[in-house]
């Protein structure tokens, strides 16, 4: 397994919270209604916690599991489910990535956000395959698309810009194609004191391009993508049913 997400973790809340705003709304409407009586909601790769209190809300009955591998974010996950005393109830947090994460019997419904890109296709099929099994017909699989189909150059841009204190951050994100589906994405955190850079960290990942259509045909499943709520756009979601 590799860890993503800890050389930026201090960062990441700042962008938890804007995507969990135009993510979040769309995710309820996937979940809201459904039946939780199979077995548990799994989350794969929950991050801080953000959409695990997604899930709570849309789903108040609902026993929820919370996988995230990376210790860093793990902690925070922890943190946030442990100061709520409905959370506390309700939501059991793991250790472990999607390719070896260990699953229970049943399951009422599957939450992927911002984590199948990092796996290569066979270990997509290999994942999709074992929730499949896990899953009743009309459960949803929620799969979050992140707006890139197919490889291409995407220059480094400002995505993000908040202050905190004294301290403005900034979060510039870019991306080229490698091999085959896959792209390199470049992520750079500034630190702004006073207008001067005092601090930047920088981190690259690889990503695995799809869509929701290749999606379907890996897990056998039909689909269908959301890309708006409430009459405003949000970045793409997939949601897979068998």
Request: glycine fraction near 8%.
């Amino acid at each position: 397994m590799i860890d993503y997400y800890s050389t930026s973790a201090e960062f990441y809340e700042l962008v938890a919270t804007r995507h969990t705003a135009s993510s979040g709304p769309p995710l309820t409407g996937v979940l809201t209604g459904l039946d939780v009586s199979h077995g548990p909601v799994l989350e794969i790769g929950a991050g801080t916690g953000r959409v695990t209190e997604v899930i709570a809300a849309a789903l108040p009955e609902a026993e929820i599991l919370a996988a995230e591998p990376s210790a860093t974010m793990r902690a925070m996950l922890t943190s946030r489910v442990a100061r709520d005393p409905d959370l506390r109830r309700r939501v059991t947090v793991v250790d472990g990535s999607a390719q070896d994460l260990v699953l229970p019997e049943r399951l009422s419904a599957v939450v992927v956000f911002g984590v199948a890109g990092h796996l290569t296709v066979p270990e997509r099929v290999a994942l999709w395959k074992r929730l499949a099994d896990r899953l009743p017909d009309g459960a949803p699989l929620v799969v979050e698309l992140m707006g890139v189909s197919s490889p291409r150059v995407i220059p480094p841009v400002m995505s993000l810009r908040e202050t905190i204190g004294r301290q403005t951050y900034e979060w510039w994100i870019g991306g080229e194609p490698t091999e085959g589906d896959a792209m390199r994405f470049t992520t750079t955190w500034k630190v702004l004191r006073e207008g001067r850079t005092v601090r930047e960290v920088a981190d690259s990942y690889v990503w695995h391009t799809f869509d929701v259509a290749r999606l379907a045909r890996e897990a056998g499943m039909t689909s269908r993508r959301i890309t708006e709520a409430g009459g405003r756009p949000v970045p793409e979601i997939g949601v897979l049913v068998k």
